[in-house]
């Protein structure tokens, strides 16, 4: 089955798209807006842009009604965030997060989640998450204005946590982290079987 993309529907491309590129990593991103309210979005549009620099990148879809959600209106006001990954504990809390919280009121509160002071940026980090990237802004770059377009946000990494019995010789053990994915619809993965294959030379 063949489906040409300038014939769909901007919602048809998305369900295609959105259930064929998986699984995705998930962005829990904290910000703080300029009124000091503490927000925490996820997004699953995301991955690494550079390692050197380190950079991060997501994708925040537009939504129908053209406005941009608090976590890009916070980036622009205020140039920081931190990248929570998303682990097994946290799977119900994160998808808490996804609700329409009103922009006064903080995601933290609504989802009783605890934080704690990052190293780096103002935001808040969530407090268990096994690996958090603080960053600063570095640019957004609209791609489309319609309903399931997008602007791509472009994240500078300043520091990063790893909790301790995650590390081990130099870099993250992959056997030790349930990281979350998010596959088509409401479906996530959740501690996926691993294989281990070698590059060839």
């Not at 009124?35 to 537009?62: H, M, W």
């Not at 980090?125 to 600063?136: H, L």
């Not at 992959?174 to 959740?190: A, R």
Request: proline share 5%; aromatic share 6%; charged share 20%.
């Amino acid at each position: 089955m063949i489906f040409s993309t300038s014939e769909l529907e901007g919602r048809e491309n998305y369900q295609l798209l959105n259930g064929g590129v998986t699984p995705r990593a998930i962005a829990w991103v904290s910000t703080c807006s300029n009124s000091n309210i503490d927000n925490l979005a996820p997004f699953s549009f995301f991955t690494v842009a550079s390692c050197n620099p380190p950079v991060l990148l997501y994708t925040q879809i537009t939504q129908r009604s053209g406005l941009d959600k608090d976590t890009l209106s916070n980036l622009m006001e205020t140039e920081e965030c931190v990248i929570n990954i998303v682990s097994e504990d946290f799977l119900e809390k994160m998808n808490m997060t996804s609700a329409s919280v009103p922009s006064q009121e903080s995601e933290f509160d609504f989802a009783n989640i605890d934080s704690c002071r990052s190293a780096t940026v103002k935001p808040l980090s969530v407090k268990d998450a096994p690996i958090r990237y603080e960053c600063t802004l570095r640019e957004i770059i609209p791609v489309s204005d319609l309903p399931a377009g997008g602007k791509i946000v472009l994240l500078n990494v300043q520091s990063i946590y790893v909790r301790d019995d995650l590390f081990s010789e130099g870099k993250i053990d992959q056997h030790k982290i349930s990281t979350v994915g998010k596959i088509g619809g409401d479906l996530f993965t959740v501690n996926p079987d691993k294989v281990e294959i070698s590059r060839p030379n």
